[in-house]
């Protein structure tokens, strides 16, 4: 499924500079939630609107020296659906293992934060030539492999009230552009500015998601299945 933003497709690479993530299978932790809203998406020619999510990943045996050493960070959009044919579903299955209908009724994707998977990240082309990283796909991290340490402060964005500005601001310009188009913001903001949270004492870092990590995470991310 493609949608309307093009030049950058579903996936892409995040922090600071414009290096993309190197190909291959990397440890990977879950890191960011972000709730897209309802908006335009086109497949064969037919167009229409779905509640979209967006997954960030940290990977974590990666170093970008655009962005002070940190590891990449990859996101990726999705129809924010677990029936049984839907892309995330079998994304998150392929993570951490079988999901049943009666988990994939309630489950909430907040759970996913801060858990460890393995990332198999690819350099693709957009139709209009410019290149993205594309998650293939996810899978267990082998037994033999120490769960890798978070370097990453958590993320998520959702249409709760109020309106997560400093949140918001994190984000790619173009995803949120996606959700500036949305039926819940536009519904949210009714012609206004949007209700904001109150800003933190200490001021966000500009570079998304460039946060130290919790010291939970220190301790190395869980690989038990998100769904139990």
Not at 75 to 82: A, E, I, R
Not at 130 to 156: C, H, M, R, W
Request: hydrophobic share 35%; charged share 20%; proline share 7%.
């Amino acid at each position: 499924m493609s949608n309307k933003y093009e030049n950058e497709e579903v996936g892409s690479s995040m922090g600071g500079g414009f290096t993309l993530a190197p190909n291959g299978n990397h440890l990977a932790i879950c890191i960011g939630v972000a709730l897209l809203g309802t908006i335009e998406q086109s497949f064969n020619n037919v167009v229409s609107r779905k509640k979209m999510v967006r997954l960030y990943f940290e990977l974590s045996n990666t170093v970008n020296e655009e962005d002070e050493g940190r590891p990449f960070i990859v996101g990726q959009d999705y129809l924010n659906s677990l029936n049984g044919k839907a892309n995330l579903r079998k994304l998150l299955e392929g993570g951490w293992g079988k999901i049943t209908d009666a988990q994939a009724e309630t489950f909430n994707l907040v759970k996913l934060l801060g858990h460890s998977c393995m990332a198999n990240v690819a350099i693709a082309t957009s139709k209009k030539g410019s290149q993205y990283n594309d998650i293939i796909g996810l899978s267990p991290i082998p037994d033999s492999v120490p769960a890798p340490i978070q370097k990453t402060e958590e993320f998520l964005f959702n249409f709760n009230p109020p309106f997560k500005q400093i949140e918001f601001e994190k984000l790619e310009p173009f995803v949120q552009a996606k959700i500036k188009s949305s039926d819940e913001y536009i519904a949210l903001v009714g012609g206004h500015a949007p209700q904001q949270q109150a800003a933190p004492i200490a001021a966000a870092s500009n570079v998304p998601f460039a946060q130290q990590a919790t010291p939970q995470a220190q301790t190395g991310t869980p690989k038990s299945r998100p769904f139990n």
